[in-house]
């Protein structure tokens, strides 16, 4: 098993550029999530999904956008980058309902 | 609204001290699970343990301990001797029957082990 991949591990981008991380799992987990990183701050929520075809809002997701069309993909869009979404972006994903969750390497973005 | 504090920023031991990490946590429902995870400085996240609400028996693996206090709601962990490798930044984290999928994840604490 693989586990939970991303991709790309690092990214520079521009204000105003789109982008996609992608997260995939082969554990045939139900829940997967998107969480970014900031000093001091913990994790934060942005997007998870409790199954393929459902998704839903965390704590923070303005600027981002997901879909969940199989159970093995999670990808997180960035509609237009903004220098307040330099952060590491973590994709995790659960068997379900108060499982421990597992966390991808992450994805080191930096928006100029 | 659910809410985890962990009020220590970063702690400072010398090899083979004990350090205790404070986990405390904010929830209305009755059934919740709790987490701790573990940051090295690679960068990676690490699960530690799962605890649900209704155990509150404490949990020792290796040189790590975890006690649980539903009348304080705390979630507090230990590392017995500690070592150079348990140096990491851990957090805390809490998910629950209104919040399922969602985990709410304390600030972290740094642990500095020094030789």
């Known amino acids: 098993n693989a586990g939970v991949t991303q991709t790309p591990k690092f990214q520079v981008l521009k204000t105003g550029q789109s982008m996609t991380l992608q997260c995939a799992q082969d554990?045939?987990?139900?829940?997967m999530s998107w969480y970014r990183q900031d000093p001091g701050m913990g994790l934060r929520l942005i997007h998870y999904?409790?199954?393929?075809?459902?998704?839903d809002q965390g704590e923070v997701p303005n600027g981002y956008n997901v879909s969940r069309s199989t159970t093995e993909d999670f990808p997180l869009r960035l509609l237009s980058a903004a220098p307040s979404q330099t952060s590491v972006y973590f994709c995790?994903?659960?068997?379900?309902?108060?499982?421990?969750?597992?966390f991808g390497p992450g994805t080191r973005l930096t928006v100029l | 609204a659910q809410k985890v504090t962990q009020a220590q920023t970063e702690i400072s031991v010398v090899e083979k001290e004990d350090v205790t990490l404070d986990c405390v946590y904010e929830?209305?429902?009755?059934?919740?699970?709790l987490f701790w995870y573990k940051q090295p400085p690679s960068g990676e996240l690490v699960f530690l343990i799962r605890?649900?609400?209704?155990?509150?028996q404490n949990e020792i693996s290796g040189r790590y301990s975890w006690n649980f206090q539903k009348s304080t709601s705390s979630f507090n962990f230990t590392i017995t001797a500690s070592q150079v490798v348990d140096s990491a930044v851990y957090f805390c984290?809490?998910?629950?029957?209104?919040?399922?999928?969602?985990?709410?994840f304390g600030a972290g604490t740094q642990v500095v082990v020094t030789p």
């Open positions: 605890r649900n609400s209704f155990d509150e």
């Open positions: 929830t209305r429902d009755t059934t919740y699970y």
């Open positions: 995790a994903s659960s068997y379900g309902q108060g499982r421990e969750q597992f």
């Open positions: 554990m045939n987990h139900e829940y």
């Open positions: 999904s409790v199954g393929a075809g459902i998704t």
């Open positions: 984290a809490l998910t629950s029957t209104d919040s399922w999928g969602k985990l709410q």
